[in-house]
């Protein structure tokens, strides 16, 4: 299948390697991976914050993107999330019946990276390799609004030499919540203590979701405390196989 | 008109009033342990209501329904319960409410009232305007008779005491009942309660509540309680004055089955109220001979008239959403600044203030969504939260407000590939001084609040989509880069802390 990454703009900027491995991943199970370079940003943060006005240019900008794609892979259930519940609304409130049309006929070709896989594929096993141990938090919008359930964790169980941990409470808020971490950082702080508690009791050596972002506070805390605990994005743990891994000691 | 709730319009924002309540560690144990234990029982009956979705479904929409004929469910309400012998009284704002209830109690010459829990009167501040005019309250909910000895605030719509352990109430017991030998078992304190509140019972002729129902096709008020305390107050007294937000009336009697269904599920996590009191106008010679409800607007016709924000009235004031909030989880209620915390209380306070105070609310949630999951008459709150910081954004913010211009020149970089693209570059140039070891520990203004407790990665020496350019460019000369998850794979061997 020809697969349209939207990688998201923190990804991009911040956490190329996510994107590296949803690459290697989907072409490792034959298929053809596009980027186009002119993506930017989904309009979350602006939106969610409450500067629905300046969230309306990404909107256009990213069905005009992908209006043609056969599917659309985004690594982020937040930005597919942001998509999903609130692309039909905003397209309505302009007037402009093309573009509601555009957004009714693009979004059911947008999936979440485990959502194409399952859903989509129908795979579980992607023929991973990945001997650590591992917790998998289930983030807000891919248990809220996604509804993606078990799906994620469905896909981790096949992968080979994982050691997987039940995360407790797994699927409560870490406090991030884009702005809110700033705007309310005491209150976030607080909520993140309580993530790094459960994340820190199972022993786990790697937290992972399908969000970066949800990963990149949860880890951010985790580093500050110099807990030992490294975060994955699901991808990150799908892509490698067995003929991935350099024996240790080998060197770079 | 003067629209007030509670004391929200002189309360700090809530980042300031969180503060003080964050460092409350028993506070926080309270809060934590109650809402878990809250939580585990509403799981266990809802997980044994087959049609729950159903109810939730159909809650929501008796509530629409309702709402979009409001004026005729009222009138009709007040038609009937006139016929049965019940006196309505409209009141457009807190202060027309206070006057109306003041002025009974006045009539019916007494000096001292019982009330049932009722969050509406905290709202309007019932009791403060009753004490100004001579006229004492005694609250007979055990939660309110805690915070009222206890000169403190209620920090839960269910249960108002919530962020009290045992030994803190055995405390105000001890002082304000004068029992200095009083144990800290649930028997001895509920005996405590008990013998001071019997006496009150037999006594004051004037009862005060709130409606959890009004009912438009028979006149009916219903309440639902678990003490028993309130079914005295209903009954006890020679007069009876209720006191209901416009938005509590529903259409039917038949309605009161899905919502007799869904909220004691939600609120207490019981399959049934343990005391579900409906009544009907006034019997003579049984129950109160005088019988009078007032019909509180105080800002909700303001949010009937948005049709976005309109389910904010679907509220059944069951606290669900309080309880799965991982918010209030952390603070506690008095960080909300009014009678209503919580999820509920984020969109109802600064929405009935007409969005002059309380607007730091809309933003003290990180939109998680369990509040709606939870929610029995599905509302939206996350939807609703994110369409008021729209108007927050609109109403208030000066276009030299930092976040605002941060915001703005966020989104002009985010509408063109060549400015998004420079300030990638940029912004790993500008980095530079903030960096050590490949992270950001102390960042500058705003951002300070990430690195107060969390450290932030540093702008990596490629982005994506440098990466993609430099493998395509590869590809095209027939030696693609090797794949990254090779070099993660690698990463992981040889350095365990990932960076």
């Known amino acids: 299948?020809?697969?349209?990454?939207?990688?998201?703009?923190?990804?991009?900027?911040?956490?190329?390697?996510?994107?590296?491995?949803?690459?290697?991943?989907?072409?490792?199970?034959?298929?053809?991976?596009?980027?186009?370079?002119?993506?930017?940003?989904?309009?979350?943060?602006?939106?969610?914050?409450?500067?629905?006005?300046?969230?309306?240019?990404l909107l256009r900008r990213f069905v005009d993107i992908y209006k043609d794609a056969e599917a659309v892979c985004v690594p982020s259930s937040s930005c597919v999330a942001m998509m999903r519940d609130h692309y039909p609304k905003m397209a309505a409130e302009q007037s402009d019946p093309g573009l509601v049309r555009a957004v009714e006929d693009l979004l059911p070709r947008v999936y979440e990276l485990t959502e194409l896989l399952v859903h989509r594929f129908g795979i579980e096993d992607v023929g991973a390799y990945f001997p650590h141990r591992v917790t998998y938090h289930a983030s807000c919008h891919s248990q809220r609004?996604?509804?993606?359930?078990?799906?994620?964790?469905?896909?981790?169980?096949?992968?080979?030499?994982?050691?997987?941990?039940?995360?407790?409470?797994?699927?409560?808020?870490?406090?991030f919540g884009g702005t809110f971490a700033i705007k309310m950082g005491d209150v976030s702080a607080a909520m993140l203590a309580d993530k790094m508690k459960d994340v820190e009791n199972t022993g786990a050596e790697v937290v992972t979701a399908v969000d970066t972002s949800c990963l990149m506070h949860i880890?951010?805390?985790l580093h500050r405390a110099r807990a030992g605990v490294r975060m994955a994005h699901i991808a990150e743990i799908l892509a490698p196989t067995e003929a991935d891994v350099v024996p240790e000691g080998a060197g770079a | 008109m003067t629209i007030r709730v509670s004391e929200a319009d002189r309360a700090p924002s809530f980042q300031k009033a969180a503060l003080p309540l964050l460092e409350d560690a028993q506070l926080r144990k309270n809060v934590r342990h109650a809402t878990d234990v809250i939580q585990s029982k509403r799981a266990l009956v809802v997980g044994q209501t087959p049609d729950w979705q159903d109810l939730r479904t159909a809650g929501s929409a008796i509530k629409a329904h309702t709402l979009l004929h409001l004026d005729r469910y009222l009138e009709q309400f007040e038609k009937a319960c006139t016929a049965a012998g019940g006196h309505v009284h409209w009141a457009s704002d807190a202060d027309e409410a206070n006057r109306i209830v003041v002025g009974l109690v006045k009539e019916y010459g007494g000096n001292e009232v019982i009330k049932i829990k009722t969050m509406t009167s905290e709202e309007i501040g019932l009791n403060e305007a009753l004490e100004r005019e001579g006229i004492h309250a005694h609250e007979t909910d055990l939660a309110e008779v805690i915070i009222q000895l206890g000169n403190d605030k209620s920090s839960h719509i269910v249960g108002p005491a919530i962020h009290k352990n045992r030994s803190q109430v055995r405390q105000i017991f001890r002082e304000r009942m004068n029992l200095p030998n009083l144990g800290?078992?649930?028997?001895?304190?509920?005996?405590?309660?008990?013998?001071?509140?019997?006496?009150?019972?037999?006594?004051?002729?004037?009862?005060?509540?709130?409606?959890?129902f009004l009912i438009a096709e028979t006149g009916s008020v219903c309440i639902v309680e678990s003490e028993g305390n309130g079914r005295m107050c209903l009954t006890l007294p020679k007069v009876l004055i209720s006191l209901a937000g416009i938005e509590k009336v529903i259409p039917r009697f038949q309605d009161l089955e899905v919502f007799l269904q869904s909220l004691p599920r939600s609120?207490?996590?019981?399959?049934?109220?343990?005391?579900?009191?409906?009544?009907?106008?006034?019997?003579?010679?049984?129950?109160?001979?005088?019988?009078?409800?007032?019909?509180?607007?105080?800002?909700?016709?303001?949010i009937l008239a948005d049709p976005e924000a309109r389910q904010t009235l679907h509220c059944i004031r069951c606290g669900a959403c309080l309880n799965t909030c991982p918010v209030y989880r952390q603070t506690g209620g008095h960080a909300y600044g009014s009678s209503y915390s919580g999820p509920i209380g984020a969109i109802l306070t600064p929405q009935l203030l007409q969005m002059q105070h309380g607007t730091s609310l809309p933003y003290a949630s990180s939109l998680c969504g369990a509040c709606y999951e939870a929610c029995p008459v599905k509302i939206n709150i996350p939807e609703v939260l994110i369409h008021l910081r729209g108007r927050v954004v609109r109403e208030k913010k000066s276009a030299l407000d930092p976040e605002a211009l941060a915001m703005k020149t966020a989104a002009a970089i985010f509408t063109s590939r060549r400015r998004f693209e420079a300030a990638q570059r940029l912004g790993r140039i500008a980095q530079w001084p903030l960096v050590s070891h490949g992270w950001m520990r102390n960042l500058p203004g705003m951002l300070g609040n990430w690195t107060r407790v969390r450290d932030l990665r540093a702008l990596p020496e490629q982005t994506f989509r440098a990466w993609w350019k430099q493998r395509e460019k590869a590809g095209a000369n027939g030696s693609p880069t090797p794949s990254a998850p090779l070099r993660s794979a690698r990463r992981i061997v040889e350095d365990p802390s990932h960076g």
């Open chain 1, 145 to 175: 609004s996604l509804h993606l359930g078990d799906v994620p964790l469905r896909l981790l169980r096949r992968v080979r030499g994982i050691d997987l941990v039940d995360l407790p409470n797994i699927d409560r808020c870490c406090g």
């Open chain 2, 267 to 302: 609120a207490t996590g019981e399959r049934m109220n343990p005391y579900n009191s409906v009544w009907t106008g006034m019997r003579p010679d049984d129950g109160p001979q005088h019988f009078h409800v007032v019909l509180l607007d105080n800002g909700r016709t303001g």
């Open chain 1, 219 to 221: 880890f951010g805390g």
């Open chain 2, 184 to 212: 800290d078992t649930p028997e001895e304190l509920t005996a405590a309660a008990r013998h001071y509140l019997r006496e009150k019972f037999l006594r004051v002729k004037i009862g005060i509540s709130g409606a959890n």
């Open chain 1, 1 to 57: 299948m020809r697969i349209s990454l939207f990688i998201t703009c923190y990804n991009d900027t911040l956490f190329p390697a996510t994107g590296q491995a949803v690459v290697r991943l989907l072409e490792r199970l034959g298929h053809t991976v596009e980027f186009d370079p002119e993506q930017t940003c989904c309009g979350q943060m602006h939106y969610n914050t409450g500067y629905q006005r300046e969230a309306m240019p």
